[in-house]
């Protein structure tokens, strides 16, 4: 796999978000959202998404140059209509609004509505971080999910991210689909040919499945938990919250009318909302007490995690957040590697829009 | 099974917490969630609970005349310590200010340190609902969990509640602990003497274990996902940000100097804040858009989860709050079922303090 600098793969969906009309400051935002996923180790939410987004700014379902607006609001709240942006653009606008809220409510909370795939949630949540907030970034996502007892696809993988700083220690940072595993780790399993591990899918009858491609013959993910046995009504309970809180909240599509984030299938002809729903969430720390104490018990609450006993001392106990600071490091300093099939779409991208492709390390 | 009319089940309650010397009110009260636990069918978190509530009183471990109070505060939120009180009790308060706080500031948030036990978290969130509110109720819990990879037990069963209100259709009510299986569902399987599926718990050794009894044996209950492969870093997840937020924002203690339910158990020597923490939070629906418009696209949302397709059609898809709704609506009309041994238990309570038990029904 060939490697690339972080900062040339930046300048390069900057160019090509500049080329299908973005204003600069949004097609830097972008790319800054989409680049951040690779450093961060996410690569399904990373540039190898970037064809993807082309692809509906060609079918006229991204907006290019929105409008982006508040359309309600109150001293603690927000709701935004994203007038159908890229959402790695409407989502850190509304992160933004809920912190200025939080500066003065003591907390800030923002619903959106008419936006997009808003790529890496943590990026969106860890925001908050360097204001001492906590902050929280959840969306709704087009229906691949059953409800526990259902054959129906309803819900997304809706994940849900929470950044939490702490001291002298790295900050927490959960960010998590509310499935048993997220839909691109199944990709990976198509690609290598591997099978999916029992709970992880069921078929189009409703029985477990170990068929990565399953969802393409009318199978489901399922919610986190698996079955009922192990929890997933909890799972789908998570999945539903963070669809209401999205799209029933701010007006946006819910449940099985959210549109596909694939540009080859059409959205649902019958909307209930517009476009794709997220919610953000700031809470000042000093709202509550002291950030000086709360970020002293921080890092006590994370070294004793990070000291639990392990079950084998070769697989330590992991902080949320560690595994993507870890992949961080080492990207930013050895580049970014890029599997050959994305690197070949890009180039293609490169070559349609007249935008030069970088060369790697 | 006796059966019991919950009017009688609370006026036996309120004069036990009248005879340990609560105030009539928070006499009232207690007894008022307590119940409502064993009416919406959470038997592990109703009567059942009474006289180990009364043995931390009689341990000085429960303050039956607390001053609770705010301690810090914001236009949106506020911190509250419960001076030692029920749960039961300190818990509406704090949501009742929570709900107070959004009425004017479009979302109210309370953190509460210095409390102990609140019964059932759905009682609490459901507050919000004639506010036309979504509530949300969490609390933190004496630590049974072994995070993913470890053996240490360091989170409680933590769990979270979310209710949101409908229009035509019963609100969306979702109450459940961020792991596999309650406590509760282990004692069930302990007193049938009947193994636990694969996936709840692990041995001293962090193995699987079928053994309802493992947890008094050094074993651990599992996060939510069960394992690694499924997701129990979600559940770790969740459960975490529910302790950080109950508790490191509040001042209470957390991860596993969370001081046990139980009397016989004593609190760590060497806390990290006061009691346990809680955490609530209520949104004003029309702080986000008019709230009939929310409330329509609600029951739309409702409707069309509940007529999914079922996998089997005897089994049909549940929107969370249904199964306690239809246990209400049961046993307001033919009482409360008690457990042998719960009722012996409250007998003998009930002989103890010198107050008459109810007849049945």
Request: aromatic share 6%; charged share 20%; net charge negative.
């Amino acid at each position: 796999m060939n490697h690339f600098h972080h900062s040339k793969l930046k300048e390069f969906c900057e160019s090509v978000f500049l080329e299908i009309g973005c204003p600069p400051n949004q097609a830097k935002l972008a790319s800054q959202v989409l680049v951040s996923a690779d450093l961060r180790g996410v690569d399904s939410h990373g540039v190898a998404r970037l064809s993807g987004y082309i692809r509906l700014f060609d079918k006229k379902r991204i907006n290019s140059t929105p409008n982006i607006r508040i359309v309600h609001e109150s001293p603690s709240t927000a709701t935004v209509n994203a007038d159908g942006a890229l959402g790695l653009v409407s989502a850190p606008w509304a992160m933004h609004l809920a912190i200025s809220k939080a500066k003065i409510a003591g907390t800030g909370w923002v619903a959106v509505s008419n936006s997009n795939h808003f790529g890496i949630a943590g990026y969106h949540a860890m925001m908050a971080l360097e204001h001492n907030m906590i902050g929280i970034a959840m969306t709704n996502a087009s229906p691949l999910v059953a409800p526990t007892h259902s054959l129906s696809r309803m819900l997304g993988t809706n994940p849900m991210a929470f950044a939490i700083p702490a001291g002298k220690q790295p900050p927490f940072v959960a960010d998590f689909a509310t499935t048993t595993a997220a839909n691109g780790k199944l990709e990976i399993l198509q690609r290598k040919n591997l099978k999916a591990p029992e709970g992880w899918i069921q078929d189009q009858s409703g029985n477990s499945s170990d068929n990565p491609n399953e969802l393409s013959l009318g199978g489901a993910l399922l919610p986190l938990g698996s079955d009922r046995e192990h929890g997933s009504h909890k799972g789908y309970c998570l999945g539903s919250v963070v669809d209401i809180l999205s799209a029933v909240l701010s007006g946006a599509n819910y449940g099985p009318w959210v549109p596909p984030f694939v540009a080859f299938l059409d959205p649902p002809s019958d909307p209930v909302g517009e476009g794709i729903g997220h919610f953000f969430g700031a809470m000042r720390i000093d709202a509550f007490r002291k950030a000086e104490d709360f970020l002293h018990h921080m890092d006590n609450w994370i070294d004793s995690f990070r000291n639990a006993k392990p079950i084998d001392v070769s697989q330590p106990i992991i902080i949320p957040g560690d595994p993507e600071r870890e992949a961080e490091i080492e990207r930013r300093a050895s580049g970014i590697p890029l599997n050959p099939k994305v690197e070949d779409d890009l180039r293609e991208l490169a070559s349609n829009l007249g935008v030069k492709f970088p060369e790697s390390i």
